[in-house]
């Protein structure tokens, strides 16, 4: 059974960090393409960072571009996102995405980990 469970949400100060894990389980972690996807009350969710199976590659949206690094461990099937110079804007449910290519398979999702950030 796939698992994906997300960790290390919170409530942070403007300019502060925030660093989230994703846990997976029940599939060949080191051969998936993750991502991280987030959603504000009233919005869509929208796509923050991506990485391909071997890490290699990564994208961002422009909006964390500079401040966010996406990361993982094969060996300990763990994504991260390290976030640093928060914004009241990056205020979300942070989801974490997983797909056996970036354009076709079957798309796993976790069930989203909270952060605020406010004053």
């Known amino acids: 059974q796939v698992q994906l469970v997300e960790s290390g949400g919170g409530l942070v100060q403007p300019g502060g960090s925030l660093r989230l894990s994703c846990a997976a389980s029940?599939?060949?972690?080191?051969?998936?393409?993750m991502s991280w996807y987030r959603q504000a009350p009233g919005k869509e969710r929208e796509l923050v960072a991506a990485?391909?199976?071997?890490?290699?590659?990564?994208n961002y949206a422009d909006s964390v571009k500079g401040r966010f690094t996406i990361s993982r461990d094969n060996a300990k099937k763990t994504l991260y996102l390290q976030m640093n110079s928060l914004k009241p804007e990056d205020t979300a449910v942070y989801y974490c995405?997983?797909?056996?290519?970036?354009?076709?398979?079957?798309?796993?999702w976790g069930k989203g980990t909270l952060v605020t950030v406010s004053s």
């Open positions: 990485i391909t199976a071997t890490g290699g590659s990564t």
């Open positions: 029940g599939f060949t972690f080191s051969g998936y393409y």
């Open positions: 995405y997983a797909r056996v290519s970036s354009t076709w398979g079957i798309i796993y």
